[in-house]
């Protein structure tokens, strides 16, 4: 024990620089099982939980808490989880719209994530140590691509948690067609990990030596073909976007042109995440391509009812007949009269719809109940597709605004690194802003910020960058 | 700014203290229904009652509507939210047969959700095959309507409203000091 309080400092360092590979790398294997979601605890949870445990010892023992005293980062946190309480409170006893179990376990997993920031802060204090996490990072990103390509040309093995079944942790393999998730369960997860490795790759490659930039480059040109291989539009926008920000904070606008003759000859050049785009046009936007008519009377009648999966059944078919397509006619075969035929152009309308039609409206819902507080976390369910809305809904207006805080305090620390003399400093708080703004894009159409392992690495990575300006 | 925002937070206190209504009782049967004696209607569940009858949307949800401001006894209407019919599951009991579900609520206070299950065509026709009979009191219906009522503690809408005031506070003065920095 004497041992363990004497070296603490380093423990927390090995620990924490472990988490930076096992985090991303460890599929979503489920340990424990909650009763009521499919969202279950994992060995990762454990390991922060540990993690965090050693570092508030560590506090007591160094007698230090001025992060959460005086520092305005530590203090917006603060207010953050307090109105978080407050909200899960008035959810169970007021508005009765939490499951008062889920609720606490939503509350204690976005604490769990947000800690990292100050954990790593404290813990990331040199150069060296700094170094040491950018490497593993680097090796990190290596081991993903590897794993996503392995997915789609060798059969490698898939963890999903896409849905209640796969969730169970089943090794599944892709099936023609499907996206690839890497190590990350869901392919939209990857596609945000990819777009901040995108963002450091590219800022960092202004920082270091000739000898680094070739691996650089290797390894963004593999994670832009996986980022292309995810097929996620709104990442595939945000790292664009992201992209330009980097350039513009990193005070190199004159490779602007090149990124844009990239993004537009990607956007082109013939694969899934364009024929989305277009679908996203022509079905989305503009509401054309054919549509599904229904195989007879009955079903076209039966979609009219306010739930078009009753019966209808008004002359021949047997009741128990099946509503659905035949699948010898090529379309879907849980294809609903009004959806479109085509498959890539079904997945995109139903994408958007579930999202305008269900999602949406039930935040939006839980925001009109109680504007201060929401309903509390979990009232939602497992996923509301756009963090904006979500946070509204869950949290309300005070705990957006709490949060907003937090954003806001971070950025102003981190922005004073872009005006470091130090050129690590400089292009990595160039990257790490940059990572904020493609955060707040995928929040359009992602809870990104409730995605366990993109969002843990965001609140590392930006610890890492306030631990690199505090201690220049 | 200080005074707009001590007047909000008296106004918003009378508002959350203000008498509501006390239970599923304070709301009326439906004109010429049957109250459910099914089980899951009566007593099982706190503050449900159901009642089947004759009556469709367009009559239900704004007789409900008026008697839940009446019941509140605040001079403006509350709140209508219309939620997916599966909804009810949680909000009503499980399982609920149902075709449309809408809430009434005073944020912050009580919320009264009216589940209807209408499976006749007012002609008396079923609206998809295999509709149940609506069978109570040796009649048949055409329509089930359940309500339930979900109120707050007092003490709750107390602490609830010193979080949010001193939230208010916290979140100006740190924002404040946010900006400065």
């Not at chain 1, 997993?109 to 950018?134: D, G, H, S, W, Y």
């Amino acid at each position: 024990m004497n041992w363990l309080k004497n070296n603490l400092d380093r423990v927390l360092y090995i620990l924490t620089l472990f988490l930076f590979a096992f985090i991303p790398l460890y599929p979503k294997f489920p340990l424990l099982n909650i009763s009521g979601t499919y969202v279950a605890v994992r060995l990762e949870d454990l390991l922060i939980g540990l993690t965090l445990a050693l570092w508030i010892w560590y506090l007591i023992i160094n007698k230090n808490f001025s992060f959460f005293t005086k520092d305005n980062i530590g203090r917006s946190f603060i207010l953050f989880f307090a109105i978080g309480c407050l909200s899960l409170f008035s959810g169970i006893f007021l508005t009765h719209s939490v499951v008062p179990h889920l609720g606490l376990l939503h509350l204690f997993r976005r604490i769990e994530f947000m800690l990292l920031l100050p954990v790593i802060a404290t813990v990331f204090t040199t150069r060296k140590r700094f170094m040491t996490a950018l490497m593993v990072l680097v090796m990190t990103l290596a081991a993903v691509n590897i794993f996503a390509l392995g997915q789609k040309y060798l059969d490698w093995p898939v963890i999903s948690t896409t849905n209640s079944e796969f969730a169970k942790g089943l090794p599944l393999k892709l099936t023609p067609g499907a996206r690839v998730n890497s190590t990350f369960a869901g392919h939209y997860d990857l596609a945000v990990f990819l777009d901040m490795a995108l963002i450091l790759l590219t800022t960092l490659i202004f920082a270091f030596r000739k000898l680094i930039k070739p691996m650089f480059l290797i390894l963004g040109v593999v994670s832009t073909l996986v980022l292309v291989m995810t097929a996620a539009r709104v990442s595939f926008i945000a790292a664009f976007v992201g992209l330009i920000a980097a350039l513009i904070l990193s005070k190199k606008k004159k490779y602007l042109l090149l990124l844009v003759i990239i993004a537009m000859a990607i956007a082109v050049y013939p694969s899934q995440l364009r024929d989305r785009f277009i679908s996203t046009v022509t079905i989305n936007l503009l509401d054309l391509g054919q549509r599904y008519e229904g195989r007879n009377l009955n079903q076209q009648l039966e979609n009219k009812l306010n739930i078009p999966t009753l019966y209808y059944r008004i002359s021949s078919r047997s009741a128990t007949g099946a509503s659905f397509a035949s699948p010898t006619a090529g379309i879907p075969i849980d294809i609903a009269p009004g959806e479109p035929i085509n498959v890539t152009d079904l997945g995109v309308y139903r994408s958007f719809e579930i999202r305008l039609n269900i999602e949406w409206p039930r935040a939006v819902n839980a925001f009109l109940k109680n504007p201060f507080l929401g309903t509390g976390y979990a009232s939602l369910g497992i996923a509301t597709d756009n963090d904006f809305l979500r946070s509204l809904g869950e949290v309300g207006i005070l705990g957006t605004t709490a949060f907003i805080l937090v954003l806001l305090s971070i950025w102003k620390t981190i922005y004073k690194g872009i005006k470091s003399d130090e050129k690590i400093i400089r292009f990595f708080s160039a990257g790490s802003l940059s990572i904020i703004i493609v955060f707040l894009i995928n929040s359009v159409f992602i809870d990104v910020f409730e995605a366990s392992k993109v969002a843990a690495l965001l609140w590392m990575i930006l610890g890492l960058n306030i631990g690199l300006i505090r201690n220049k | 700014m200080n005074k707009i925002f001590k007047t909000f937070a008296v106004i918003l206190l009378i508002y959350m203290l203000w008498p509501g209504s006390k239970g599923i009782s304070d709301f009326k049967p439906l004109p010429d229904s049957a109250k459910s004696t099914l089980s899951g209607d009566t007593v099982q569940i706190p503050n449900v009652s159901a009642y089947f009858s004759y009556q469709f949307r367009n009559f239900v949800i704004p007789f409900y509507y008026k008697n839940f401001q009446e019941a509140s006894h605040f001079p403006f209407p509350p709140l209508k939210l219309n939620h997916p019919p599966e909804y009810s599951w949680t909000v009503i009991k499980k399982p609920t047969d149902t075709t449309y579900l809408e809430e009434f609520i005073y944020p912050l206070r009580d919320s009264l959700y009216i589940n209807g299950f209408e499976n006749h065509h007012p002609d008396g026709s079923k609206v998809f095959y295999g509709s149940p009979e609506l069978r109570e009191d040796g009649k048949l219906w055409y329509t089930k309507t359940t309500l339930r009522l979900y109120t707050s503690n007092i003490l709750v809408r107390i602490l609830v409203w010193f979080g949010i005031v001193f939230s208010f506070i916290y979140i100006s003065k740190l924002g404040r000091s946010i900006l400065k920095e």
